[in-house]
């Protein structure tokens, strides 16, 4: 079983920064891919960055590529999500997602933390 806790959101002008950070429990961390996925109000949660256990790859939505850079921390057991140049349209609820087998099914989410960027 993990558990996950995501912190660090908030509001932000546009044109803004925030870094996100989940951590992980567990002994396992290491052995997971991760990824963070987000939800606005009256859509669906979609997917925004994945990196392997390693972070030797990493993956991003068209939407957010060049803008948001996705690490983690193994000893920290500890992925993170920096964002810059933030525009409205990044407003949502961020979930961070681990994926045990490795297969892109992410069996385990956490809360969620609330980005609002405000115009």
């Known amino acids: 079983q993990v558990q996950l806790v995501e912190s660090g959101g908030g509001l932000v002008q546009a044109g803004g920064s925030l870094r996100l950070s989940c951590l992980a429990s567990g002994r396992t961390f290491s052995s997971y891919g991760m990824g963070w996925f987000r939800q606005a109000p009256g859509k669906e949660r979609e997917f925004v960055a994945n990196i392997s256990e390693r972070a030797d790859s990493t993956y991003y939505a068209d939407s957010v590529k060049g803008r948001f850079t996705i690490s983690r921390d193994n000893a920290k057991n500890t992925v993170y999500l920096r964002m810059n140049s933030l525009k409205p349209e990044d407003t949502a609820v961020y979930y961070c997602?681990?994926?045990?087998?490795?297969?892109?099914?992410?069996?385990?989410w956490g809360q969620g933390t609330q980005v609002t960027v405000s115009s």
């Open positions: 997602a681990a994926d045990s087998a490795g297969g892109g099914l992410y069996e385990y």
